[in-house]
């Protein structure tokens, strides 16, 4: 159980953000926010350097994709205050033409390597990174491989008819 809770998180958040900052859910006693790009390096320092809350260590970057919804790229942020043992997740959606984020390396180096590692899966461009550039597939690969564009399964394979099971 961490020293403070989460409504003395969004209370907080609140004060300063207003209604920029929506919450949209505490899963298993997770809070978790959205905002806009516009907010997010703004609301990423003051969970950061707020004496109370101390948000230090960023424990994550990452994206998901969800091709049905109109802002279908969302980069997610997973931040934890050591000293209170709180966690919080912070969402920003963002259209899938226009993936650019601006570079959280400003608050944390650490950012560095997650934000490399989300460019070269979900193609999310992070303005201002000291060296954007693949982590983990090919330099040449043109396509980002956690974006649900394609098929799951190739529809020609031959071993998953279903007379090779005895169907």
Not at 47 to 61: G, R
Not at 119 to 139: A, E, K, S, T
Request: hydrophobic share 40%; charged share 25%; no cysteine.
């Amino acid at each position: 159980m961490g020293k403070i809770t989460n409504q003395e998180v969004l209370d907080k958040i609140a004060a300063a953000f207003g209604d920029v900052v929506s919450v949209t859910g505490e899963p298993h006693n997770l809070l978790t926010v959205e905002t806009s790009r516009e907010q997010i390096i703004g609301l990423l320092t003051f969970l950061k350097n707020d004496p109370t809350l101390q948000f230090i260590f960023l424990t994550d970057i990452t994206a998901i994709h969800y091709p049905e919804q109109e802002k279908s790229i969302g980069i997610i942020y997973h931040l934890h205050s050591l000293v209170n043992n709180v966690r919080i997740r912070i969402k920003v959606f963002v259209a899938d033409g226009d993936v650019h984020m601006p570079t959280a390396t400003v608050l944390w180096d650490g950012a560095n390597w997650m934000e490399r590692e989300t460019y070269d899966f979900f193609g999310v461009v992070f303005d201002g990174h000291p060296d954007l550039r693949r982590i983990l597939n090919v330099d040449d690969m043109t396509v980002f491989p956690m974006r649900k564009e394609y098929p799951l399964e190739d529809p020609n394979r031959v071993d998953k008819k279903d007379y090779f099971f005895g169907r």
